[in-house]
């Protein structure tokens, strides 16, 4: 089955770094993060416009749809995940013990309800224009799982250098995690997989390793598996057992992607100034 439906189009311009894209059901546009900018855009495909939804945001990053219809995002520059209800944002969770999260990048919310998000340092490395600059106080890099009934933090993978995007497969037994640490850091960009079982994960394996400027950051998993994801100035897909099924070049170097659209299965794509839209024949689980 072909994949893809349609030729990428480009329905925005003129953000700085656009990342963090979801699709909101309930207004249905799509919300994401223009980070140096400090504001978050939504695009309306009923009248081709995008306004902006909020400034001031604190640097959000990622951000995911909840099951209750809210939106927990990611916000570097409050070092916290958050949630959007309506436009009224409150915490829900800032600190690993006594120490401060790094600036939380990307973010998914488990059938359970439970919150799991990658931690690197971005929005607080020096110079950062992502944040402001501070100090990792926990000292690593971590991907952590948080109950929001219990407010238990754990950490569930701690062996990655710069986790970034994630998702799980359809079923949950699979946490997929891009590392964009890369060589600079004695790692290949890749996407890695990790089995996943009573809240936490085993040991991980390279799902995907990525060429040297194919950056994977965030990314999607649709309903058969399937991982939607950016890579450098290109989205590509990858099968449940990492064979490549198709890529498309964009542009612009990608940040991240998500499925959305009145069906689920237009794919909005970030790309560092502009959102474009790519029509595909799948969508993913959480889409509408
Ligand atoms: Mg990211």
Redesign the pocket.
């Known amino acids: 089955m072909e994949l893809i439906a349609g030729t990428l189009e480009k329905v925005f311009e003129g953000s700085i770094w656009a ?2 894209p979801v699709w909101i059901p309930q207004s249905q546009t799509v919300r994401w993060s223009d980070i140096p900018n400090n504001r978050i855009l939504e695009y309306s495909p009923e009248t081709g416009r995008t306004r902006e939804y909020a400034t001031d945001v604190e640097y959000t ?2 951000r995911t749809l909840d099951r209750d219809g809210s939106v927990v995002q990611c916000s570097h520059g409050r070092r916290r995940v958050e949630r959007d209800h309506d436009g009224v944002v409150s915490p829900i969770v800032d600190s690993f013990g006594e120490q401060r999260l790094n600036s939380p ?2 973010v998914v919310v488990a059938k359970d309800g439970s919150v799991w998000f ?1 931690d690197p340092p ?1 929005g607080i490395l020096p110079g950062t224009v992502e944040g402001h600059e501070g100090e990792q106080e926990y000292g690593g890099c971590y991907v952590f799982r948080f109950d929001p009934r219990t407010r238990e933090l754990t950490p569930v993978v701690t062996d990655l250098v710069h986790p ?2 994630l998702a799980f497969s359809p079923d949950e037994s699979v946490l997929y995690i ?1 590392d ?1 640490a890369g060589p600079d850091r004695g790692v290949p960009y890749r996407i890695a997989a990790y089995p996943v079982a009573g809240g936490t994960c085993g040991t991980g394996r390279t799902f995907v390793e990525l060429e040297e400027d194919g950056v994977a ?2 990314f999607r998993v649709d309903v058969e598996g399937r991982v939607w994801t950016s890579a450098g100035a290109s989205v590509r897909v990858y099968a449940p057992d990492g064979g490549l099924l198709a890529a498309v070049d964009v542009p612009e170097r990608v ?2 992607l998500c499925f959305g659209g009145p069906d689920g299965q237009d794919l909005y794509i970030t790309a560092t100034s502009s959102l474009y839209r790519l029509r595909t024949t799948t969508r993913d689980t959480v889409a509408t």
Do not use: C
Request: glycine residues 24%.
């Open positions: 990342e963090g990053n990622g990048n990307d990658t971005y970034n995007g891009a964009t950051d965030g940040s991240n």
